[in-house]
């Protein structure tokens, strides 16, 4: 069980605030990249006293410098749109969230934007649904931690990003609670 947790996201930040409300524990640290205003808008509800930036394309002297004052902290990653380090994720645990069941289906759902490859699918992919793995140098391939899978009903891709970001809450959630001390 970890006392310290820290998060990157490149996004809005929402799923990190509402996984924070469902295990009722900010995290101790909130990273995101640079990036102009107009392509996003952070979540309002993220502490600004937790709130850390760094550049776009963050280099390995700043992974070092924004988790170095943390003893073995839990590191999640949400919709970070960034490569870590092999020499950042062999030092620290680090946990990505991916909406792909890369365990059922492995490289076909790899990478960015699995939620547009399934819609529509039923019959290739008749499940759907979330995974918790390890970090590691090989994209989306560390051990798998946790998976949620449901049937697949997304005819759509804006009912494919719906589901899939239910199930990555549900995923965060059961891997979170044996995780991260309150």
Not at 155 to 181: C, G, H, P
């Amino acid at each position: 069980m970890h006392n310290c947790w820290i998060t990157f996201f490149s996004q809005s930040g929402k799923e990190i605030m509402d996984l924070s409300e469902m295990i009722r524990r900010i995290p101790d640290r909130i990273i995101t990249n640079k990036r102009p205003e107009h392509l996003r808008k952070i979540d309002e509800r993220i502490p600004r006293d937790r709130l850390f930036y760094t550049a776009n394309k963050p280099s390995l002297e700043e992974y070092y410098r924004l988790l170095f004052d943390y003893s073995d902290p839990l590191v999640t990653l949400h919709g970070w749109l960034r490569i870590i380090p092999e020499e950042i994720s062999s030092v620290y645990r680090v946990y990505n969230g991916h909406p792909g069941l890369v365990d059922l289906y492995g490289e076909r759902l790899k990478g960015f934007n699995a939620q547009e490859r399934v819609a529509g699918k039923k019959e290739e992919y008749p499940l759907i649904g979330s995974i918790i793995h390890r970090v590691t140098p090989e994209l989306d391939s560390g051990e798998i931690l946790e998976s949620v899978r449901v049937e697949n009903t997304a005819e759509t891709i804006d009912q494919a990003y719906k589901i899939l970001r239910e199930t990555s809450l549900k995923s965060w959630f059961n891997f979170m609670k044996f995780n991260v001390s309150k």
